[in-house]
């Protein structure tokens, strides 16, 4: 297995694990810190986390990048019993930044209508 498959399965596993999202204004979220951003909104409803999880799948056949903005906004994500899991941050448009993700990665669609600014 290369190592663009082990992060789309560990992707595909993270996203199977979510549960509730918390998205916060700004490129990161510290989950030592939840109150430090401004929560835009959090999201618990599961058919709403279950679309969200629809919606971030990757390209697997694009490339990766670098892009040199901080993007906006930040999603955290959380298991069962509000255990923090990972954040992913939005790149207009189609891209999405993750301490799991080698580079910037295209998502396989546009959020830029729900989640853009």
């Known amino acids: 297995m290369d190592q663009w498959q082990v992060e789309a399965e560990g992707w595909r596993r993270l996203l199977l694990a979510?549960?509730?999202?918390?998205?916060?204004?700004?490129?990161?979220?510290?989950?030592?810190?939840?109150?430090?951003?401004l929560t835009v909104?959090?999201?618990?409803?599961?058919?709403?986390?279950?679309?969200?999880?629809?919606?971030?799948?990757?390209d697997q056949a694009s490339e990766r990048y670098a892009w040199m903005t901080p993007g906006d906004p930040a999603l955290a994500?959380?298991?069962?019993?509000?255990?923090?899991?990972?954040?992913i941050t939005y790149l207009t448009p189609d891209h999405v930044r993750s301490p799991m993700l080698s580079g910037d990665t295209r998502l396989g669609c546009t959020l830029e209508a729900g989640l853009g600014p």
């Open 77 to 87: 994500l959380f298991a069962a019993g509000g255990e923090f899991l990972n954040v």
């Open 18 to 37: 979510v549960r509730s999202v918390r998205v916060v204004q700004g490129s990161s979220f510290d989950p030592r810190h939840r109150t430090a951003q």
């Open 41 to 58: 909104f959090l999201e618990r409803d599961s058919e709403a986390v279950e679309a969200l999880r629809d919606a971030l799948v990757l």
